[in-house]
């Protein structure tokens, strides 16, 4: 019997040992069900094959190709990686629609003796209730924006304000980057994967209390954010961080001592900036970063490139509120004290206390 996924909160109830995906490869790496492991039974190139020939031979002959390969796959699976599981362990298995592929490793599983069960619709209908949250429901909590220009540690404040118990959603921690050029930390998820992990970050909010987001644009390197909650960031409250350019100059080579670390890629992204400034200015940056003069270049960087980009961002805005905290400093010690002033401003602001 397969189980029916009515709501995101589901997978934490279900009580299953574990959740395999028996989908492809590419397919797993597109999305998948929060914690599921990949054990596919057909991989990228057998299911091409496969579907090849349920078009241009006959659906007879795919399924009995199929079956073939289902079953040396599933035996390496029982041979490798579920190979120390013991009789009293309970699988959720899914693949695309719940059909085929699921149904036949889950048959197997069952042989065997142990207790496993499928999702009805399989990914599919797990994807329908990501999208109705991101895309059909409006937000569920009030939202607060955590603004500022580059460098003023809104990331590291977001973090330190969940620590004293401040709902937050953290999106450029969701999507892998850090929403510049510099911001890049790894192979970012693919939308689906960007969307997935943010409606279970919806589930967990408490509707009755606000949640702080860093203000964004649009998109967080590649990933974009879905409607509803672009909507309730437009129109937010915004807390807007005024911190010197010194400051801020002396947070980001911390902050993106990563990038600093790596020259040939510090350069590279200097380069990729030469066709919306100046050749020269551009040669001055290279200069600054080959003489290790990175607080200098942080500094240029913004007063050039970020600072009126960032200006030029908030005059498209529309948000209900603006209120400025001036922010004196941004050394390490003093975070902790600054996140606290911005949580008491994030409770004045949805209590009704101006």
């Not at 999208?131 to 924006?145: C, G, H, N, Q, T």
């Not at 004293?164 to 921690?173: A, K, N, R, S, W």
């Not at 020269?280 to 990175?294: I, K, N, P, S, T």
């Not at 400093?329 to 975070?335: K, Q, R, T």
Request: with cysteine.
């Amino acid at each position: 019997m397969a189980i029916k996924l009515t709501s995101l909160n589901d997978l934490s109830t279900l009580g299953f040992d574990e959740i395999i995906d028996v989908r492809a490869p590419a397919e797993y790496a597109d999305d998948h069900l929060p914690g599921a492991i990949s054990l596919p039974v057909l991989d990228d190139a057998e299911r091409a094959r496969v579907g090849t020939i349920y078009k241009q031979v006959s659906p007879f002959t795919a399924r009995k190709v199929g079956a073939a390969l289902v079953s040396r796959n599933a035996a390496r699976h029982l041979e490798g990686p579920l190979a120390d599981r013991d009789g009293s362990w309970q699988p959720l298995v899914y693949c695309w629609r719940g059909g085929q592929r699921s149904g036949s490793f889950a048959t197997i599983l069952r042989q065997i003796g142990w207790r496993v069960e499928t999702i009805e619709g399989g990914y599919k209908a797990f994807r329908g209730l990501v999208v109705d949250a991101l895309y059909e429901k409006p937000f569920p909590a009030p939202v607060v924006l955590l603004d500022g220009n580059t460098g003023s540690a809104k990331t590291e404040l977001l973090h330190l304000m969940q620590a004293q118990g401040v709902q937050i959603i953290d999106l450029e921690g969701l999507a892998n980057h850090r929403g510049s050029l510099f911001g890049a930390m790894g192979p970012q998820p693919q939308q689906r994967g960007f969307e997935t992990a943010l409606a279970m970050e919806l589930v967990k909010l408490d509707p009755t209390r606000p949640v702080v987001i860093e203000a964004e644009s649009s998109k967080v390197g590649e990933c974009r954010v879905p409607p509803a909650l672009w909507t309730a960031m437009k129109a937010a409250p915004r807390i807007v961080l005024n911190a010197p350019l010194d400051e801020r100059a002396a947070y980001l080579t911390r902050a993106y001592s990563d990038v600093i670390a790596n020259e040939a890629r510090l350069h590279d992204i200097l380069d990729s900036l030469r066709p919306y400034l100046a050749a020269e200015q551009v040669e001055v940056w290279h200069e600054q970063a080959r003489a290790g003069d990175f607080r200098d270049l942080a500094r240029s960087l913004m007063e050039i490139r970020y600072d009126p980009g960032y200006l030029r961002h908030r005059a498209r805005m529309d948000p209900a509120q603006v209120t400025e905290v001036e922010v004196p400093s941004l050394a390490p010690e003093d975070l902790p004290e600054l996140a606290a002033r911005i949580a008491a401003q994030v409770t004045a602001l949805t209590s009704g206390d101006k």
